[in-house]
Every structure is written in structure tokens, then in C-alpha cells.
């Protein structure tokens, strides 16, 4: 029998929270078989009252580098003279 995580996470105090936009938590989820890293920030409303600021991000998204555009093929196999 294999468990489901689907629609399931955790999260663990970031103990390693260097600076205010580090996370206060850190941990992963699972939504319909996509892996996420999930964060959160604990913050007050302008009435005073705490709640948390959720982010996910997909743990296959990988900074995408900018592909050069191929380059003409300006050389020929076929010799002119």
C-alpha cells in the first residue's frame, strides 16, 4: 500500500533566517503530483492581528539561463571556386 501526498506538506521553523526576507518557515507540499517548496512569513495586519504569507514554488523550476538565438548558417559545405 503507498501513501498519497497529494494536497499534503510541512513545514519546519527556518532556524537558519539570516535577514527579514528569509522565511520565518520552510518545508515542501504536494499538489496533484507537482513537488513544491513552500514558505511562509509571519505578519500583522494593519489591525494588529497575525496571520501568514504563503509562497510555493515548483521544486523542478530550475533558474532558465537565456538561450542564444542559433546563429544563420552563413557558411556553406559547397566550395565557390
Known sequence: MSYDNN????????DKKETEKHP???GQCEVEGT????S???NKSKD??????????AK?????KDNPAP??????????F
Open 7 to 14: 494536497l499534503t506538506g510541512v513545514l519546519f521553523r527556518n
Open 24 to 26: 520565518d518557515y520552510r
Open 35 to 38: 513537488k513544491y517548496w513552500l
Open 40 to 42: 511562509a512569513w509571519i
Open 48 to 57: 494588529g492581528e497575525k496571520y501568514m504569507s504563503l509562497k510555493l514554488k
Open 60 to 64: 523542478d523550476d530550475a533558474p532558465k
Open 71 to 80: 546563429a544563420d548558417d552563413d557558411f556553406s559545405d559547397e566550395v565557390p
